[in-house]
């Protein structure tokens, strides 16, 4: 069966959607509010407007019109709200051979990077994210956010600049 024939609506088709689109989509709300329970009831909601929309979505088309559902989800959710992206922090390893200093100026420099990496403006923030955490390409990133490839590696660049003024080279 080609992508053409595949109805939304059939249970299989629906879930495997889920499954191979859910997590990227969590984690595209969540770098924009930086609230994991937001980002879940965010993704639900999506899937459920999918869920009662089927008949009008082509399988081709699910994928850019969960995002666009997602992104205007969050708008909605959201409003005028300032946006700090907040990480957990690691587990510490048990054992290990390092210093107690290089651990110690491990957690500093995390600690200072996840600082750096939230003060970024949230266009930056999310494009840096999608890129090296999610290991997307920049024609998938600018796919997700609704912009240029052009665009996607303007706000790359201004966040790795921004990212070596703050933290220097490493």
């Not at 879940?40 to 559902?69: G, H, P, Y």
């Not at 390092?98 to 110690?104: A, L, Q, V």
């Not at 939230?118 to 090296?132: G, H, I, M, N, T």
Request: a positive charge.
């Amino acid at each position: 069966m080609n992508n053409e024939s595949k109805s939304v609506c059939e249970q299989k088709t629906y879930e495997a959607l889920y499954t191979s689109h859910s997590k990227t989509l969590f984690n595209f709300i969540y770098y924009k509010c930086g609230d994991g329970q937001l980002a879940e009831d965010i993704v639900q909601d999506a899937f459920i407007k999918l869920w009662k929309n089927c008949s009008k979505v082509q399988f081709d088309k699910a994928r850019s019109f969960l995002f666009t559902v997602a992104r205007n989800l969050f708008l909605n959710a959201v409003a005028h709200k300032k946006i700090v992206l907040q990480h957990e922090a690691s587990p510490v390893k048990s054992i290990t051979n390092e210093t107690p200093e290089f651990i110690m100026e491990e957690q500093e420099f995390m600690d200072k990077l996840k600082r750096t990496i939230a003060d970024l403006p949230e266009k930056q923030r999310e494009v840096f994210l999608l890129s090296r955490i999610d290991k997307k390409k920049y024609s998938e990133i600018a796919e997700i956010v609704g912009i240029s490839i052009k665009a996607v590696e303007k706000r790359m660049s201004l966040a790795l600049i921004t990212l070596r003024d703050k933290l220097g080279d490493i």
